[in-house]
């Protein structure tokens, strides 16, 4: 990613770049706290004696928390700024921290992990479309899939934090201390979060739109040479010249409202084509294959690991070949994954590395497109009058098709068998294929400005 703090026709790539990364901390959080629960809640189950109903509120109750926060997200930045809620949410996230490592009883927990939620479900929003609004056009896809890098880092690193914390002490340490020091170590990035957020300015878009386009121009002219920074103050400004206020109503208007339905159904289909409940699950879905406890643990390692590398290689695509190819390939390879997956469970045909080889197919095909990809296209479809909102609706649709798939995921297996289960996910890549294919715009090289403009008259 050199390239990207090359100073060139005036723009000083060094300053967005640092401000993006900066920015997609909040992803590393995402990741932290999604994936830390994993290690800790064997040893919670035996702390506080949990029957297997709360086992699974206390994995989800994190998503309840993220649901509500996604939801308030737009309408609280879109009246005081990206950058204030993001420090707040980074708070949150702090106290979600410490009050998941410290509690008596298991409803302290619960109101905790909520907590945390909320900041999660902030962030999640924000974090991907602060960076949209502060990016150039050339560089806003990697810049944004910077966040979801983040965080597949955050979950690929909480597996081996939870091993060393594990392997610290005995069996007798691990129930009493082993799951608080898990939760309790989330306050580290936490607080560097905080602390950086201070660093960075606030959004251009948000800053015109509250009609201080000097102190966006400020900004830009650190993005951009004088010539395109103050072209760009005047798209902004006409934009929201074109329609005042941001109404809830103004969301269903012709152009804007087909944005809407494209946010929210793409967030949904990166949900239902199975991918958390492979990421929460695949040590059990290991074991259904034969594979032993430990080596079902090494295989889920590598599980991340994939998703870590393609996540790389999707950054290095995304401005390159552009958004919508990578969901028509990513979603088509995830489709027959899944078939095969599927078709491996209905002959009996389990043992040795069939489907362990096509899981990692598939997650590295999820890695490279709807991983990324959808969070980018989120960031950047919505009107600059309504972003706030709908990147809030869209998220809050990701959220709650991300608890519906993980509940009923358990179910599922137990009730329709793994084969139907991975067919059900595979028909739902392959809609995902058909809907992009048909309706999904490119966005490549645009200004979110003439995205904007594209959406007029549909």
């Excluded at 206390?58 to 950058?83: N, P, T």
């Excluded at 890098?149 to 934090?161: P, Q, R």
């Excluded at 103050?233 to 929201?240: C, M, P, R």
């Excluded at 393609?310 to 028509?328: C, E, H, M, Q, Y």
Aim: charged share 15%.
């Amino acid at each position: 990613m050199s390239n990207l703090t090359a100073n060139a026709g005036g723009k000083s790539m060094k300053f967005v770049t640092l401000v993006s990364m900066i920015a997609a901390l909040g992803g590393l959080l995402f990741g932290f706290d999604t994936a830390v629960v994993s290690g800790a809640i064997g040893f919670m189950q035996d702390k506080f004696d949990l029957n297997e109903v709360e086992v699974g509120w206390a994995v989800s109750s994190l998503i309840i928390g993220c649901i509500v926060g996604a939801a308030f997200s737009g309408v609280m930045s879109d009246r005081f700024g990206r950058k204030k809620v993001l420090i707040v949410a980074a708070a949150l996230f702090v106290i979600g921290s410490i009050g998941s490592a410290i509690p008596d009883t298991f409803s302290m927990y619960i109101v905790a992990r909520m907590i945390g939620g909320l900041g999660i479900g902030i962030t999640s929003t924000l974090c991907p479309l602060y960076n949209a609004e502060i990016a150039p056009a050339k560089y806003r896809g990697r810049l944004v899939a910077l966040n979801q890098f983040a965080t597949v880092t955050g979950i690929f690193l909480v597996y081996f934090v939870n091993s060393g914390i594990a392997g610290y002490g005995d069996d007798a340490w691990d129930i009493a201390n082993a799951w608080r020091w898990m939760f309790g170590v989330g306050v580290v990035p936490g607080v560097i979060f905080f602390v950086l957020l201070f660093l960075v300015p606030e959004s251009p878009r948000w800053l015109i739109k509250q009609g201080k386009s000097e102190q966006a121009l400020n900004i830009l002219l650190r993005i951009h040479g004088e010539e395109e920074a103050r072209k760009e103050v005047l798209d902004i400004k006409a934009s929201f010249a074109e329609e005042k206020g941001s109404k809830l109503k103004d969301m269903f208007r012709p152009g804007i409202r087909l944005a809407l339905i494209v946010g929210v159904v793409l967030a949904i289909l990166q949900q239902v084509t199975g991918i958390n409940a492979v990421m929460y699950y695949a040590p059990e879905i290991f074991k259904s294959m034969g594979a032993g406890t430990d080596s079902s643990l090494v295989q889920t390692i590598l599980v991340g690991l994939v998703n870590f590398l393609f996540t790389i290689l999707a950054i290095w695509l995304i401005d390159k070949v552009g958004r919508k190819v990578l969901l028509l390939v990513g979603s088509s390879v995830m489709t027959v994954c899944l078939a095969v997956i599927g078709f491996a469970f209905h002959t009996g045909h389990t043992t040795g590395s069939l489907i362990l080889v096509f899981i990692l197919i598939y997650v590295a095909a999820f890695a490279v497109s709807l991983g990324p990809v959808v969070w980018v296209v989120l960031s950047e479809i919505f009107p600059n009058r309504v972003r706030g909102r709908a990147t809030a609706i869209a998220s809050m649709a990701l959220w709650i098709a991300d608890y519906v798939v993980s509940q009923s995921f358990p179910p599922m297996l137990e009730s329709a068998g793994p084969a139907s289960t991975f067919w059900i996910f595979g028909v739902m890549a392959l809609i995902t294929f058909v809907f992009t294919m048909r309706v999904v715009p490119e966005t490549k090289g645009k200004s979110l400005e003439e995205i904007e403009a594209s959406w007029s008259g549909k």
